[in-house]
């Protein structure tokens, strides 16, 4: 038994004493309001409750393509995300890109070697003023109250792709084809979907009710290059790292309040 | 009124014949899209609205350009459109029709479409689309016709339809309004974020529905011996001419805001619309000549217009050809450009083009042609009842 998974043990079974349920890696049964009411910025408020994050830490990252690409798998595999070929029609949940696209922001000429010649992971910013969510005419993807994550409804998806539209980062796929006969294999434990609907990233919501870890922070444990947590808990790992180290974020100047983080 | 239709010489059934082999083209090729799937069409995962969303977008303008026919003659009395203000409630009730079959072409799940209304979300602006449209369509059949049949039966129309027709005139602002509100409050999509787009909309909308109509008229005056009258006809030019400048004038104003603030986001849109935009040592200009086409279109019909003023020739030759350069000109700049211009640079900074496919084209011409048909049913039992009247 390793360190971390040690660590990630005893981290989960505090947890579950506090919670008094079984072993998991954040609580969502705790009680919320736990944040600050504190205005930060031109007085934006901060979300009340329980407010779910990640934080890639690229430093442990770099040169690692491979695990960036295990990392895509273990989602892929466990949402049941098929592989098709070609940019036009495929889907993908968290996936690696060069830093000039997933910071567009920022600026490349001087950026640093490894910044500029690496690969980086990106995925839905489960923001927390989500124009995805803004724009949809059906209520199908909404912010799930208890948790901060953005979620979709399958069932309820009349697939205008307005979602697609709004969000400004590219992090919403459609089925353009029956998914279904492309599967190599197929995970019992979610729902696969049918053509015509979008879907993306759900923060491995259906995970976290059983106690597990988001699938890409489990794919990365080696390393420990992921860190998924409440963002709103000044004492859970995510908000003390985030507080120790320089983050940042994609196109925060938008306003949409990303609770994606990176270390570069 | 209906049996109206029913009646007519062998080129209004040709014409009919013709319309109706392209819907049912159209009709096979979306049921090739529903049972396959959408990746039938050329959008994908980057361009993931298409030809259906922008034939949405500019055919709701169509439909708001009948404005410019109900307004003069009913808030301003102006009694040379009273021919002609059926022929703007037709052609908006039929471009509606046409934007509802674009909007049900273009979503993944139609069947599920009521899940508009079983949940309605009054923060999404295509809900409010929703209302506006449907609201507009049914206050243009109201009104059309309730007014056609009194005029019909020689009375003047009861009084409590004018609340409608009032109701109306904002309600036409509105569809176009709200339909640039799908595009401009979108973040990180520059070449929509911006205030001027509904204006825009509206100015090109007030051009190109009356140029439409003003088309209808010179057909009409030729086969089926309706005659607008060159007053109405003038005027009309005159209206055009106006909305086509102001909707110059405003894509000027965003070649300065997007080149003069050198914001490259800003920017992107508008240089591969008009110039090609390099990107990696590719140069991405699909667009290009249907851009510089539109430009020349459009100034090419308003120096005919300006000419003809001047000169105060008089020829329904070029009128039409002024019309239909103007319509063509506008179909290119919002029923092309604006969308995929939008979308040509991803939130990733990738650059995709778009290539519509045969089948989508075929359903794409499939709606138009249902739309062509209704506009001919109507505008046939609009004439055949003026003519009626008149004693023909």
């Known amino acids: 038994m390793d360190k971390q998974r040690r660590t990630f043990l005893k981290l989960a079974g505090a947890t579950a004493l506090a919670g008094l349920s079984a072993p998991v890696v954040v609580n969502l049964n705790a009680t919320p309001a736990m944040a600050s009411a504190a205005a930060a910025g031109h007085g934006e408020e901060k979300r009340q409750g329980m407010r779910l994050g990640l934080l890639i830490d690229m430093r442990k990252l770099y040169g690692r393509t491979d695990l960036l690409d295990k990392a895509t798998e273990a989602c892929h595999r466990v949402h049941n995300v098929p592989k098709i070929e070609g940019k036009k029609s495929e889907i993908k949940w968290i996936w690696k890109t060069a830093y000039a696209n997933a910071f567009i922001d920022q600026s490349v000429n001087h950026a640093s070697k490894t910044t500029r010649e690496s690969e980086f992971l990106v995925l839905c910013n489960h923001c927390d003023e989500p124009p995805c969510v803004r724009v949809c005419p059906t209520k199908a993807t909404f912010v799930e109250k208890k948790t901060g994550i953005v979620a979709m409804d399958y069932h309820r998806c009349i697939g205008c792709r307005f979602c697609m539209m709004g969000c400004p980062y590219g992090a919403r796929s459609f089925n353009w084809m029956d998914p279904q006969p492309l599967l190599k294999s197929v995970n019992p434990d979610f729902p696969a979907r049918m053509r015509g609907v979008v879907e993306k990233c759900n923060f491995c919501g259906e995970r976290l009710a059983l106690g597990k870890e988001p699938a890409c922070v489990e794919a990365v444990k080696e390393v420990g290059a992921i860190i998924f947590g409440d963002l709103n808990d000044p004492n859970s790992e995510i908000s003390k790292v985030l507080d120790r180290e320089h983050t940042i974020q994609r196109n925060a100047a938008l306003g949409t309040k990303p609770s994606v983080f990176y270390i570069v | ?392």
């Not at chain 2, 096979?28 to 529903?34: G, H, N, T």
């Not at chain 2, 002609?84 to 799940?109: H, K, N, R, W, Y």
């Not at chain 2, 995709?352 to 042609?369: F, R, S």
């Open chain 2, 1 to 392: 009124m209906i049996e109206k239709a029913l009646k007519g010489n062998s080129n209004y059934w040709m014409w009919l014949a013709f319309l109706t082999a392209f819907i049912a083209v159209g009709a096979i090729c979306y049921l090739r899209q529903f049972v396959y799937g959408m990746h039938l069409t050329g959008m994908g995962r980057d361009l993931s609205w298409g030809l259906y969303i922008s034939q949405f977008t500019f055919l709701v303008g169509v439909a708001a350009g009948g404005l410019m026919l109900v307004l003069p003659y009913y808030i301003h009395n102006y009694k040379v459109f009273g021919r002609i203000t059926i022929l703007g409630e037709f052609l908006a009730i039929a471009s509606i029709v046409m934007c509802l079959m674009f909007i049900m072409a273009d979503i993944g799940q139609p069947l599920r479409g009521l899940n508009m209304i079983f949940h309605p979300t009054p923060n999404s602006m295509l809900f409010w689309d929703m209302v506006v449209l449907l609201g507009y369509l049914s206050l243009n059949v109201i009104c059309g016709w309730v007014i056609l049949t009194a005029e019909k039966k020689q009375v003047k129309p009861p009084k409590w339809v004018y609340i409608f027709v009032y109701i109306s005139i904002p309600f036409a602002v509105s569809i176009h309004t709200v339909t640039a509100m799908l595009y401009c409050g979108l973040p990180g999509r520059h070449f929509w974020l911006t205030a001027i787009t509904a204006p825009r909309f509206l100015a090109s909308a007030f051009a190109a529905g009356p140029a439409l109509i003003v088309i209808a008229c010179l057909v009409m005056k030729r086969i089926a011996n309706f005659d607008a009258g060159k007053e109405a006809v003038n005027k009309l030019i005159t209206i055009i001419m106006y909305a086509a400048i102001i909707n110059a004038f405003f894509v000027c104003l965003e070649f300065f805001v997007g080149y003069y603030s050198n914001i490259p986001g800003h920017k992107h849109s508008l240089e591969y619309l008009f110039f090609g935009l390099e990107h990696h040592g590719h140069v991405y200009n699909n667009l290009v000549p249907f851009m510089w086409t539109s430009v020349t279109f459009c100034f090419g019909a308003l120096a005919l217009f300006a000419y003809m003023k001047i000169t105060k020739m008089s020829n329904d030759l070029l009128v039409g050809i002024g019309c239909l350069m103007t319509f063509i000109a506008l179909w290119l700049d919002k029923g092309l450009g604006f969308v995929m211009g939008g979308l040509a640079v991803n939130p990733l900074d990738e650059v995709v083009e778009y290539y519509p496919t045969a089948n989508e084209i075929g359903i794409t011409l499939g709606i138009w042609a249902t739309g062509f048909l209704l506009v001919t049913i109507l505008y046939k039992i609009a004439v055949k009842v003026e003519h009626e009247v008149e004693g023909h």
